[in-house]
């Protein structure tokens, strides 16, 4: 079993729509959560953390289920700009990160 | 704030030559990463330094990568002798606090 997995996709989705992800991760130690988000050809970026009580920045929403072990980001009102591949990323140890391979996004008009 | 720096943006080279990167993390960043992104995947971790120590590097291939953090500053990566199975965009990556990681615009490399 991998360390962290996501379904790769793609999710294709008109705008407006409301869309989520999982990612499971195998280590019950691990630490801390993160969403990031990579758009084509270019670095990643940080999305959020995922807070054991979830967390909510504007029209994003990430949960963790800690007993389930896996984490979910909730996309609501999808914009065209959403377009990119999210990844999962769990640490572990002295905060040593594994990324997910990513879920990738299309939002269409 | 000036990002993460990382040269060279491209290289192509042959199997079995040597190639190098660096990178520039942002200033006061302690921990610094480097990554093996292949199309269609999600970025390896190859290295975590804190500082000028090794963290984990338990996925790099040490037979032929090697990396190093002189003075806690900059780092250099370097495949020696590359292979095809190597091309890929390698991501430097440096944090303060353990948490948000900032990513440089990566090195695209192409074995031929």
């Known amino acids: 079993r991998k360390e962290v997995e996501q379904d790769p996709g793609p999710f294709n989705v008109p705008e407006g729509a409301t869309v989520a992800f999982n990612c499971t991760y195998s280590?019950?130690?691990?630490?801390?959560f993160f969403w990031y988000r990579q758009d084509c050809r270019k670095e990643p970026k940080l999305l959020m953390s995922v807070y054991s009580s979830g967390n909510e920045d504007g029209r994003f929403t990430a949960q963790l289920n800690r007993a389930s072990q896996y984490i979910s980001l909730l996309i609501r009102d999808s914009k065209l700009s959403d377009s990119a591949t999210y990844l999962c990323v769990v640490t572990r140890g002295s905060y040593i990160p594994t990324f997910g391979r990513g879920t990738s996004l299309i939002v269409h008009p | 704030e000036a990002g993460v720096a990382q040269s060279p943006r491209y290289k192509i080279i042959e199997k079995r030559q040597s190639v190098a990167f660096w990178c520039n993390p942002i200033s006061g960043h302690a921990t610094l990463y480097w990554y093996q992104q292949i199309l269609g995947q999600g970025p390896k971790l190859l290295i975590q330094?804190?500082?000028?120590?090794?963290?984990?590097d338990s996925q790099l291939p040490k037979d032929r990568f090697s990396a190093e953090r002189l003075k806690g500053v900059d780092s250099t990566l370097k495949i020696q002798p590359a292979k095809l199975e190597d091309s890929a965009v390698y991501l430097c990556?440096?944090?303060?606090?353990?948490?948000?990681?900032?990513f440089g615009p990566g090195t695209r490399l192409t074995v031929l």
């Open positions: 330094f804190q500082n000028n120590g090794v963290v984990d």
């Open positions: 990556a440096s944090s303060s606090n353990r948490n948000e990681q900032f």
């Open positions: 280590n019950s130690a691990s630490q801390s």
